[in-house]
């Protein structure tokens, strides 16, 4: 697991990250969401043992990143910012070297490179050198370089990025099956449909700040407020409104749609169709309006620029 | 997918061996990635196979040609000069593989996934070092043993003095390891390979100095032809390896993850540096910082500066002490003995004084002279040792307990009292004596400090620390204490002497 304290990273005068503090669980990924220069890439840098924090502490895997820092790299695998692969190296000297840094013995080495070669469809560039691989298969490299050592904590660093929606999907596909062995994942993303999609936790940080965080459901209802129902039914409403307005707030309606917000859809949703049905008004569909992350992402980044610039103007 | 694994303790080898391990496993990689690098290996083997057979031709023609003139001398002192020469072309490539596999990285972004691995910074140090050096020393081991395998079996017939052979072959050793240590620290201090090209002349220029010098000295040597080797060039030899050593401390700890990717730009920002040094000696170590007094300065912000001296302070010290006894030792000798006259007069003894004053510090002794000399020879050690890690303050300010140590057994020797010397140097050595053994230590501290750097302090604020500490025991204690000194020294002292040798 990850667990981070009021982590916090000073380079000369420039505050990089301030006093951050995540925990993740075993089996959960949590998304580092935020603008670039954010402090992503340092905050991790710091939870890989690279960079030493100025303040504050962290566990990775149960480790301390200071005191155990040659422990907490041998847990963690890193796929970071830039994949850094050697060019002139073929793919199979890359990841025995790999293998060898991170102590793997000569069987388990290629066992582990094999397979992972073969999870993400590279098998036939085993004898490639580097150069001539394209970008897509460089990042897909630069992953199973990651994993070769097994570690329980995987940070990775744009996961996706530059990859076509095929391999996206397979590398989406690996990190779920990943999850299933209780590894813990920290993504930092720009692809918010991905972070959605993968993340248990969400973190926003800006200027090295977490301005947000919680779950989407958890960001998304105190963000943008309770959940927003949509209803259609055949013909017209005929004062619906009105009608159902002791049991949710109506937020819009047309000549056959309208559309609320609820609470707890769960318990409201079953009790309004049957109301609905007893008027003699035919369902067509009753559908939750999609609020995406970035919605959400949008919201928050707005909100905190806005009180920045109201704590400037105050000052 | 497989089970999680967990880092294996239960079956670890010596940690010697571990770490040793892990080094020749990044230096494996890189020999065999400069290797496949066409504009390395092409050099390498033109060097090696093709120069030899060059210089072997060069050597042949001159020294026939010097051999019409009756210079045969000039001809067989060309021959080992040659060899160092071969020798030396592939190890300069080692400053190129050393700048591409440190700085290099660095720019193509292939250092993180290195970085993220459990190798420590030493084991990626010494790899990389090591990966650097072998390729062009093979190289040019390879080139002499051609070049000598050429004379040996040519026509030329020429058998080289083995000592000789040794010391080019070391030469060519630590030159190189002088050249990769040097380019790891200008490696650190850059992220593009154009901006540590352009640094790297802080190398190459004084290494082609060293280069030039060493041939004239094989020219020149009157030992040139000795079995023992030249003299001079053991010399050359032991304090490049002394370089080595210090570059080696100083790459060892710039070579950390830290500093490595703590530098996004290679950014300067002076008025910054100026500010943050500035800062440190007026508020540095203050428990206060709303207002600084004379007293508090003193008492928190001075003594932390003397603080952080520690181990500086007890090395200066002991090579004091080993510095006069070395002057008594060379006054112990027959040969170095001045033989001072006995029955000297003491009118004669205080008139040789103030002609020795008036010879140092022009006609009149004022205290302005002896601060200004005394305030030239610490300032000057202080910035030598800026650029000799420390070793200039301990090379100048010495040499003064040196000749105290001689001139003490001279006296001696002559049957005169050691007391004579007590009121000639006590009187004000009792400021002045303190004041440069403080000057020193600060020296020191100052030029070493970039070899170790306190922990979760990087190299660059380290220096700036303490250099705010050099300037604030300068401002502090050192100035103050050279005034009171020379003050002492012109208008106490010389009565004080007066007044013992009964001058008048």
């Known amino acids: 697991m990850i667990e981070a304290h009021e982590l916090t990273k000073v380079y000369d005068q420039f505050l990089a990250v301030d006093r951050v503090s995540l925990s993740v669980q075993p089996g959960t990924v949590l998304a580092l969401l935020g603008p670039n220069g954010a402090g992503k890439t340092t905050s991790v840098r710091m939870l890989t043992s690279i960079l030493a924090p100025t303040s504050g502490w962290a566990r990775v895997a149960g480790y301390d990143v200071v005191q155990d820092a040659e422990k907490v790299r041998a847990s963690v695998g890193v796929l970071t910012e830039q994949h850094g692969l050697y060019e002139r190296s073929k ?45 897509g298969m460089k990042q897909k490299l630069a992953l199973v370089r990651a994993m070769l050592h097994n570690p329980p904590v995987l940070l990775l660093d744009e996961p996706t990025s530059a990859m076509d929606p095929q391999s996206a999907r397979q590398v989406r596909d690996a990190i779920i099956e990943l999850l299933g062995d209780e590894r813990t994942f920290l993504i930092t993303t720009h692809n918010l449909t991905e972070a959605q999609e993968l993340a248990h936790q969400i973190a926003i940080i800006r200027r090295g700040r977490i301005i947000a965080s ?89 909100e905190d620029e806005s009180k920045e610039v109201a704590h400037d103007s105050h000052r | 997918m497989t089970a999680i694994a967990k880092p294996d303790s239960s079956r670890e080898a010596p940690a010697w061996r571990k770490s040793l391990a892990n080094a020749l496993l990044v230096t494996e990689r890189e020999v065999k990635d400069s290797f496949r690098d066409w504009r390395i290996l092409a050099p390498i083997i ?11 031709f060069v050597a042949g023609q001159f020294t026939d040609f010097v051999s019409n003139y009756g210079a045969e001398i000039i001809g067989e002192r060309t021959i080992p000069f040659l060899l160092m020469i071969v ?54 081991y390879g080139g002499m043993a051609v070049y000598l395998g050429s004379l040996v079996l040519g026509d030329l017939a020429w058998r080289p003095q083995p000592m000789l052979v040794l010391q080019i072959i070391l030469l060519t050793t630590v030159q190189a390891l002088v050249m990769v240590t040097g380019a790891v620290v200008v490696s650190s201090q850059t992220t593009s390979t154009r901006a540590a090209n352009l640094l790297a002349s802080f190398i190459i220029i004084p290494m082609t100095l060293v280069i030039q010098g060493e041939s004239a000295i094989m020219f020149l040597a009157p030992d040139a032809d000795s079995p023992d080797g030249i003299g001079s060039l053991w010399a050359i030899i032991f304090g490049m390896m002394v370089v080595v050593g210090l570059l080696l401390r100083v790459g060892n700890s710039i070579f950390n993850r830290e500093e490595l990717l703590g530098r996004m730009i290679d950014g300067f920002n002076l008025k910054q540096i100026a500010a943050g040094i500035w800062r440190h000696i007026r508020w540095g170590d203050l428990r206060s910082t709303e207002r600084v007094d004379a007293v508090a300065w003193y008492r928190e912000g001075v003594a932390g500066s003397l603080r952080r001296l520690g181990l500086a302070s007890h090395v200066t010290v002991l090579v004091v002490l080993v510095s006069i006894l070395a002057g008594i030792y060379a006054g112990l000798q027959p040969q170095y003995q001045l033989g001072l006259p006995r029955d000297i007069g003491m009118m004669e003894v205080t008139t040789n004084l103030d002609m020795a004053s008036r010879f140092f510090f022009g006609e009149q002794p004022v205290v302005m002279s002896i601060l200004v000399q005394n305030w030239r020879v610490l300032a000057g050690a202080t910035i030598l040792a800026v650029f000799t890690f420390g070793i200039g303050a301990l090379l100048l300010t010495p040499i003064v307990y040196v000749l105290l140590g001689y001139l003490l057994t001279q006296v001696i020797a002559a049957g005169y009292s050691p007391l004579l010397f007590v009121p000639a140097v006590l009187t004000h050595g009792i400021v ?71 001058g008048g």
Request: hydrophobic letters at 50%.
């Open chain 2, 46 to 56: 033109i060097l090696t196979f093709l120069f030899p057979f060059l210089a072997q």
């Open chain 1, 91 to 135: 793919a199979v000297e890359y990841l025995d070297f790999f293998g060898r840094a991170y102590g793997l013995p000569k069987q388990a080495r290629r066992t582990r490179a094999l397979a992972l070669m073969e999870r993400f469809g590279l098998t036939f560039a085993l004898d490639k050198r580097l150069g001539e691989y394209s970008k």
């Open chain 2, 432 to 502: 002045e004596i303190p004041v440069i053994l403080l000057a020193t230590a600060a020296a020191l501290k100052l030029g070493a400090v970039v070899t170790r750097p306190p922990a979760n302090m990087t190299v660059g604020q380290a220096w700036t620390q303490t250099l705010g500490d050099t300037i604030r025991l300068w401002m502090g204690l050192i100035l103050p204490g050279l005034v009171v000194a020379a003050v002492i020294e012109a208008n106490i002292t010389p009565l004080v002497v007066r007044a013992v040798l009964g």
């Open chain 2, 87 to 140: 020798g030396f072309f592939p190890i300069s490539i080692s400053l190129v593989i050393a700048l591409e596999t440190f700085v290099g990285e660095k720019e193509r972004r292939s250092l993180e996934p290195l970085l993220s691995t459990p190798l420590t910074n030493t084991e990626l140090y010494i790899g990389k070092t090591l990966a650097a050096m072998i390729p062009p020393l093979v190289s040019s």
């Open chain 1, 214 to 302: 919680g779950t989407f459901d958890e960001l998304a209802r105190r963000i943008v407020g309770d959940p927003v129902m949509e209803l259609r039914v055949n013909g017209v409403l005929n004062g619906l409104a009105k009608d159902i307005a002791d049991m949710v707030q109506v937020e819009g309606q047309g000549e056959s749609w309208l559309r609320y917000r609820v609470r707890e859809p769960q318990v409201t949703n079953p009790a309004l169709i049957r109301r609905v049905a007893d008027l003699g008004i035919d369902i067509v569909t009753l559908a939750p309006v999609s609020q995406t992350l970035e919605d959400v992402y949008l919201q928050i980044m707005q």
